[in-house]
């Protein structure tokens, strides 16, 4: 799988902050019953590396990665614990070259067209776009894909269940990442009924 192929795996890609690892497999499972297998963990929490780690040996079907990815050892240390993606809210050239160096397919954020122009010169066309509403929303994507036609985002940030449609209908967006499918009070106390019909909601937007 290349980033290409990444944007299109599910039209939402789940962002989860997961504050402890046994909480991992358990929700893992949900989404990809609800039909978002791309499960994007961020490294925001101790429990992060752990929580990739057990995905990726217990649930087959994910696809798991790993977000909020902002320093080269970071990189390494995700492809190391198992995930098959990576996510940067930024890049700059070290990040860049310490995730091309994994092997792993990766989607390093911009949020504006000179960024963007930035990872085209190194043959990135798969990018993530952050902080999506911040940042311009759907009309400043559909800006882009003017002059930067073979660019495809993932956009990030301030997306909802309302606006997710907004987004996924430009030509030059692959998916969505949106952290409403994993609300943290049905984290804690395992409501994993509740994720899996926020995912299959969410899976029937494309």
Request: charge should be negative; aromatic fraction near 4%; proline fraction near 8%.
């Amino acid at each position: 799988m290349n980033a290409e192929e990444l944007l299109d795996v599910c039209p939402v890609v789940p962002v989860v902050v997961l504050r402890d690892a046994a909480d991992a497999v358990p929700l893992a499972r949900a989404l990809v019953a609800g039909g978002l297998p791309a499960i994007e963990v961020t490294l925001r929490t101790p429990a992060a590396l752990e929580a990739v780690e057990r995905i990726a040996a217990e649930v087959p079907d994910a696809v798991v990665g790993a977000g909020t990815v902002v320093a080269p050892g970071q990189a390494e240390a995700a492809a190391g614990a198992g995930a098959r993606f990576l996510v940067s809210p930024g890049c700059t050239d070290a990040l860049r070259e310490a995730m091309t160096a994994t092997g792993l397919p990766f989607l390093a954020g911009v949020s504006s067209a000179s960024e963007a122009m930035a990872l085209l010169e190194h043959g990135i066309t798969a990018m993530k776009f952050f902080p999506a509403k911040a940042a311009g929303g759907p009309d400043y994507l559909r800006s882009l894909a003017g002059p930067l036609p073979q660019v495809r985002f993932c956009p990030t940030g301030g997306i909802t269940p309302d606006t997710a449609a907004d987004y996924l209908a430009l030509a030059n967006v692959g998916c969505v990442g949106g952290t409403w499918l994993t609300p943290d009070d049905a984290v804690r106390s395992g409501d994993w009924a509740r994720v899996e019909a926020l995912a299959r909601k969410a899976a029937a937007l494309r």
